[in-house]
């Protein structure tokens, strides 16, 4: 997950860094070392993910269009 995906996934969920940080089971100065593009433990990393995910966030690896996110379908979100 790079910075800019975490950034984007939070504006399009509404979440600010402090909720983030609260589903993530992380502080915020976490969320914001992650989002100014320094290094984290990848377990960190993967906990701030699943959390993102789990409210519905996918991410979209860099395919020759750049890296990104989405929102899950509803349909997806029923499944």
């Known amino acids: 997950m790079l910075a800019i995906q975490c ?8 979440w600010g860094v402090r909720d983030l940080a609260k589903e993530a ?3 915020p ?3 914001a070392r992650l989002e100014r593009g320094e290094e984290l433990k990848a377990s960190t990393i993967k906990a701030i993910r699943s ?3 789990a409210a519905g966030v ?5 395919n020759g269009g750049g890296a ?3 929102l899950r379908s509803k349909e ?3 499944e």
């Open 7 to 14: 950034k984007m996934a939070r504006a399009a969920i509404g």
């Open 25 to 27: 089971g992380v502080s």
């Open 29 to 31: 100065d976490t969320i």
């Open 51 to 53: 959390a993102l995910e």
């Open 58 to 62: 996918q991410f979209i690896p860099e």
């Open 68 to 70: 990104g996110v989405r």
């Open 76 to 78: 997806e979100n029923y």
